[in-house]
C-alpha cells in the first residue's frame, strides 16, 4: 500500500521560496499531485506530475512553482518561489491527479498528512 509523507512546510516571508517534498514508500511509480486548501477556502489543485514526467500547474501558481521528481528516491518536490500571501494554506499531495473535491483530504485515496505554508506580507 502507498504511503505518502510530506515535508518541508514553514514561514516565509512575501516574495521568499520553500520547497516541500513528497516522499513515496511502497510503489515506485506513482503520479503525484499537489493540492491546497486555506481556511474558508475550497482544495485547490497546485500541481501534477505523472511518473513519464508529464506535468500541469494550476493557474495560480504558473510561472512560480515548479514540480519535479526523483525517481529514484520516490520523491516528488514542489519549488514555490514568489510566494505571496494568499499562497498561505496546507499543502497535501496525493496519488489522485484529478481530485476536485470541495474538501481536501478526502475520506478516500491516498493523501499525505499535510504540510503548513505560511506566507507573510
Known amino acids: 500500500q502507498v504511503q505518502l509523507v510530506e515535508s518541508g512546510g514553514g514561514a516565509v516571508q512575501a516574495g521568499g521560496s520553500l520547497r516541500l517534498s513528497c516522499t513515496a514508500s511502497?510503489?515506485?511509480?506513482?503520479?503525484i499531485g499537489w493540492y491546497r486548501q486555506a481556511p474558508g477556502s475550497a482544495c485547490e489543485f497546485v500541481a501534477s506530475?505523472?511518473?513519464?514526467?508529464?506535468?500541469e500547474y494550476g493557474d495560480s501558481v504558473k510561472g512560480r512553482f515548479t514540480i519535479s521528481r526523483d525517481n529514484a528516491k520516490n520523491t516528488v518536490y514542489l519549488q514555490m518561489n514568489s510566494l505571496k500571501p494568499e499562497d498561505t494554506a496546507v499543502y497535501y499531495c496525493?496519488?489522485?491527479?484529478?481530485?476536485?473535491?470541495?474538501?481536501?483530504?478526502?475520506?478516500?485515496?491516498?493523501w499525505g498528512q499535510g504540510t503548513q505554508v505560511t506566507v507573510s506580507s
Open positions: 496525493s496519488t489522485d491527479r484529478l481530485f476536485m473535491g470541495i474538501s481536501c483530504p478526502p475520506s478516500f485515496g491516498v
Open positions: 511502497g510503489s515506485t511509480d506513482p503520479g
Open positions: 506530475i505523472d511518473f513519464a514526467g508529464g506535468i
